[in-house]
């Protein structure tokens, strides 16, 4: 059984992703135990844009208290590669935490999901994982 993502959400992150090439855009997903219903962009602040992310940390403190408030749930991070495929790079694995959170990378009309964790397959710290678009 595999996540569903929101057609909308997919759409919506290509958009921006496309906009602001060459630079990686990166943002919040939102959701449940097996869904992505809802994104979120946000500023990325990494000192090379072009090769690397770093969500705002404002933008995360921001949802992580209307989480606590009952807002969204933050289920995972999602940013783009506009010069490379749609897998997380050495990079990523370096700076995700083993949190089990969902990592949604596009690159160009690809896309591919993944879980941050201890021991995974990819980089000793990922795992992909499927997905289905719904509406």
Known sequence: MGTHVSRSVLIGIRRI?????????????????????????????????????????????????????????????????????????????AMAAADGKLWLIVAGETAGLWRAGEGGALHGRFDAMPFDLTE
Not at 32 to 51: H, K, L, M, S, Y
Not at 74 to 88: F, N
Request: hydrophobic share 40%; net charge negative.
């Open 17 to 93: 992703s496309a906009d602001l090439a060459p630079r990686e855009a990166c943002g919040l997903l939102f959701g449940g135990e097996d869904a992505i219903t809802g994104w979120q962009a946000a500023e990325n602040v990494a000192e090379d844009p072009e090769r690397r992310f770093e969500i705002d940390p404002s933008a995360l403190f921001a949802a992580l208290r209307a989480e606590r408030a009952g807002g969204p749930k933050i289920i995972g991070y999602w940013h783009s590669h506009p010069s490379g495929d749609a897998t997380p790079s050495i990079t990523d694995a």
